[in-house]
């Protein structure tokens, strides 16, 4: 059974950081694509980044510049380093993994089959 287990939320003032961690366990195949997304209350699930297995990038235009996604393959760990944070950042962030399918649209939650359960982050001004 494929787990992705999230850490490293929390509460931080604007213009802090936090690294997100996403560990995946259970599959015996890498995923095509990991991906980060979030949601905040009321609001519809976005794609923030996402990363395929051969290192291509995406950033939703609200991060570039401020969000950086990285994978570990030996740790089988996908970070989100999120620097000059802002209160609108304030959502559940959720780590996603395409595995055994394509994903052409890296923003789309519909492009991903496994989910993590979330981890708050919280910025404050």
């Known amino acids: 059974q494929i787990q992705l287990v999230e850490s490293g939320g929390g509460s931080v003032q604007a213009g802090g950081s936090l690294r997100l961690s996403c560990a995946a366990s259970?599959?015996?195949?890498?995923?095509?694509?990991m991906g980060w997304f979030r949601q905040a209350p009321g609001k519809e699930r976005e794609g923030v980044a996402a990363i395929y297995v051969g290192g291509k990038t995406y950033y939703a235009d609200s991060v570039k510049g401020r969000f950086t996604i990285s994978q570990d393959n030996a740790k089988n760990t996908v970070y989100l380093q999120m620097n000059a944070l802002k209160p609108e950042d304030t959502a559940m962030y959720y780590c996603a993994a395409a595995f055994g399918i394509a994903t052409l649209r890296p923003d789309h939650p519909d492009q991903y089959n496994e989910w993590g359960q979330g981890i708050q982050v919280t910025v404050s001004s």
């Open positions: 259970g599959y015996t195949y890498n995923s095509n694509c």
